[in-house]
């Protein structure tokens, strides 16, 4: 006696703050069940533990019959739960990441570059708090208010004598020409302090004195924030350090105008000569200002960055505790996939993956399917010669997919009924002769943003360069895959015999991508997007909406299995999810003529 095939739905859940299976029952709420209220209908659902012990954790709740399916059969809903490994992100991590962000400059996909310019602004004003608070700590503790220019003179004494000290360490013979260019400013600059001090100009009261006062109090602090933006975001930095100081300064003017028309001339004049202007030192509006700007960025971190952001700046960032992180979760990606796989349960699995956990599902499946390409064995099928010759058009492609997953599932030995008795019977790695993802859903996907979130370099023909770098490596495998000379687009040859490549993963897997259109940053879903122009045109995008007129609803992130919205389950974004996983496993083959 043998075991019934099934289906695999395994959910990836996206960035935050995730519990257990909550996004798995989400999604099952909205594909398998009619109603709200899971008593009313004939469909069933029954939770029992993971077959394997893996996680004693997480269930695997097992549907009735799927209607519609021929032959009929069940379907295994699974998440992968990676949310635990990226627990209390701290602030400083989300902060450093975000400045590496900043350094890389408005390179996102149309209509997110004005959220890049929003973003960068506001760390400008971190920068430009942090400078101004640092700096009135300075003057309080020293008691230098009446000579704020004595930093600028320490600190250029003692970078003076740091670089005279490398170069004698160094062997300064080696730097002749640069020390005495060096010597002859020094001495130039002391000969002429000296000079100005003898004849009175910076004497207590005298005007050089007075002007350099000003010149401290207002441009010091800004000065070490631009300094700050320039070494932590580069040229983008100082662009956004000039565009946050530029509109400082129109506010301020601004209100200098309805300082004018309230109190008169003469105290404009008087805020003015005593540097109370934006950013300066004695500016207690701006001192104001710094702690709440401080104070908003502790609230947002509380709230946001450090459950959601938090998330990505762990997995993208590659300090070494990162790394260990993302190998980690990658480790329980494919090990899920391999269980599955090994199994003998299912000849069609199906990854659904929101948010961040695309990332995390497509890092999945492009590791496992490297790891056994070379196990899969060449089937002359019409479905395989058409798809590795290439030339197909998507939809075209997709039917033969599908059908490919199904040759090589019928013909394998691990899936074979002597190979099925009833039980967990877990097949050897070295028994896999056959890839089972038949579809790839993506809802809300990070991966429209992967060019920019997925490179270590920091312009934009520079990222766009190495991501093209990944997909000639086939180190990033594009819909349909990246053909390589006279390589098939699933297979090349070797020494006279015929080999999968390990780029070829979309020619099995079909990837359909949902997400909400993004209309003015906050409208629709700013994380997610289209995906076909970074991963290949036969990534079937699919705009949605929670209504039939089309019309876009605030921050719709977590609304693609909502039915609690006014339209319920006839809403447009539960179709498509449910058109999307397809349950009874009809899809491209019914609109070819062809039956399971």
């Not at 002749?176 to 002391?190: D, N």
């Not at 003898?198 to 207002?218: D, M, N, S």
């Not at 992967?450 to 270590?456: G, H």
Request: proline residues 5%; charged residues 20%; glycine residues 8%.
């Amino acid at each position: 006696m043998t075991k019934k095939l099934r289906t695999a739905v395994l959910v990836v859940h996206g960035m935050g703050s995730q519990r257990p299976l909550e996004t798995v029952r989400g999604v099952i709420n909205a594909i398998w069940f009619d109603d709200d209220d899971h008593t009313i209908g004939s469909k069933k659902l029954w939770s029992h533990p993971e077959p394997s012990g893996v996680d004693l954790d997480l269930t695997v709740m097992t549907s009735s019959d799927i209607p519609g399916s021929e032959p009929s059969r069940l379907a295994d809903f699974h998440e992968l739960y990676w949310a635990h490994h990226l627990s209390e992100t701290k602030a400083v991590a989300v902060l450093l990441w975000l400045f590496e962000l900043g350094r890389r400059g408005p390179n996102f996909r149309t209509g997110m570059n004005g959220l890049w310019w929003v973003g960068a602004v506001y760390l400008c004003l971190m920068l430009l708090s942090l400078a101004l608070l640092a700096t009135q700590l300075l003057v309080w503790v020293t008691n230098i208010e009446n000579t704020p220019y004595e930093p600028i003179l320490v600190v250029g004494l003692m970078l003076m004598v740091g670089i005279f000290a490398s170069m004698l360490a160094a062997g300064w013979y080696r730097y002749k020409a640069l020390a005495a260019v060096l010597l002859a400013i020094f001495l130039g600059a002391a000969v002429l302090t000296h000079i100005a001090w003898y004849y009175g100009l910076f004497h207590p009261g005298a005007p050089g004195q007075l002007v350099l006062i000003f010149v401290t109090r207002v441009f010091l602090a800004p000065a070490l924030a631009l300094a700050a933006a320039s070494l932590l975001m580069g040229r983008w930095g100082r662009c956004a350090f000039a565009l946050t100081y530029g509109l400082s300064m129109v506010f301020y003017f601004v209100f200098l105008g309805m300082e004018w028309g309230s109190y008169g001339f003469e105290q404009v004049v008087k805020d003015i000569t005593t540097a109370r202007i934006a950013w300066a030192l004695p500016s207690g509006s701006s001192t104001i200002a710094a702690f709440v700007i401080l104070a908003v960025y502790f609230l947002m971190h509380a709230a946001f960055l450090q459950p959601y952001l938090g998330d990505a700046a762990r997995y993208f960032r590659n300090s070494p505790a990162n790394v260990m992180v993302r190998r980690a979760i990658r480790k329980d990606a494919v090990d899920t996939l391999d269980q599955l796989h090994r199994s003998r349960d299912y000849d069609r699995i199906v990854v659904v993956a929101h948010s961040l956990g695309s990332v995390v599902a497509y890092d999945m499946l492009r590791a496992y399917y490297s790891r056994v390409a070379r196990q899969l064995p060449v089937r002359a099928t019409p479905a395989f010669t058409a798809l590795d010759a290439g030339g197909l058009g998507c939809d075209d492609s997709r039917m033969q997919s599908r059908q490919l997953v199904r040759d090589y599932a019928a013909a394998s030995t691990m899936l074979s009924d002597a190979k099925r008795p009833v039980g967990y019977t877990l097949a050897d790695a070295k028994e896999i002769d056959a890839w089972l993802v038949t579809d790839f859903v993506t809802l809300g996907a990070a991966l429209t943003h992967a060019r920019y979130l997925m490179s270590n370099q920091d312009d934009g023909k520079g990222i766009d360069a190495e991501f093209e770098n990944h997909i000639r490596e086939r180190e990033f495998p594009l819909c349909p895959p990246y053909k390589d000379g006279n390589d098939g687009l699933l297979s090349f040859t070797n020494a006279g015999s015929r080999y999968m490549h390990h780029g070829g993963l979309f020619g099995f897997t079909r990837w359909t991508n949902l997400y909400f259109p993004i209309v003015n940053i906050f409208w629709g879903d700013a994380i997610g997007g289209p995906i076909a122009p970074v991963f290949g045109a036969c990534v079937k995008d699919v705009p949605v909406s929670t209504k039939s007129s089309g019309a876009t609803a605030v921050f719709t992130h977590t609304a693609y299995w909502k039915t609690t919205c006014p339209e319920g389950r006839a809403a447009p974004h539960i179709k498509k999810l449910r058109d999307a996983v397809d349950l009874p496993d009809k899809g491209e083959l019914s609109k070819a003529g062809q039956t399971p």
